[in-house]
Nanobody, 121 residues
Framework: QVLLVESGGGLVQAGGSLRLSCAAS????????MGWYRQAPGKQRELVAA???????NYADSVKGRFTISRDNAKKTLYLQMNSLKPEDTAVYYC???????????????WGQGTQVTVSS
């Protein structure tokens, strides 16, 4: 079983910065795409940013130029650097990853438990 654990959320004033981390654990043969999603109260979960195994990235229009996604494949860790935060960025942020489980040799798609980001005005 592949587990993802997020950290780094919190309360920050508008204009501030936060860095989220997502560490993968378990017997992992490979991790392909990884991504950050968020869900605000009363809204659907939406993609914030994604990164492929080769490092190609894509971002939601609402965060382009402010957020940066990156990954450390050796540490099996995903990051999201969030700058110039706005109150509308307030949400629970989730990471996900897909890859191949090294125990079962089957594909996995895992989600983290989420971390709260609150931006005050």
């Amino acid at each position: 079983q592949v587990l993802l654990v997020e950290s780094g959320g919190g309360l920050v004033q508008a204009g501030g910065s936060l860095r989220l981390s997502c560490a993968a654990s378990g017997v992992i043969f490979s991790i392909n795409a990884m991504g950050w999603y968020r869900q605000a109260p009363g809204k659907q979960r939406e993609l914030v940013a994604a990164i492929s195994s080769s490092g190609s990235t894509n971002y939601a229009d609402s965060v382009k130029g402010r957020f940066t996604i990156s990954r450390d494949n050796a540490k099996k860790t995903l990051y999201l650097q969030m700058n110039s935060l706005k109150p509308e960025d307030t949400a629970v942020y989730y990471c996900n990853a897909d890859g191949v489980d090294g125990d079962s040799w089957s594909r996995f798609l895992s989600w983290g438990q989420g971390t709260q980001v609150t931006v005050s005005s």
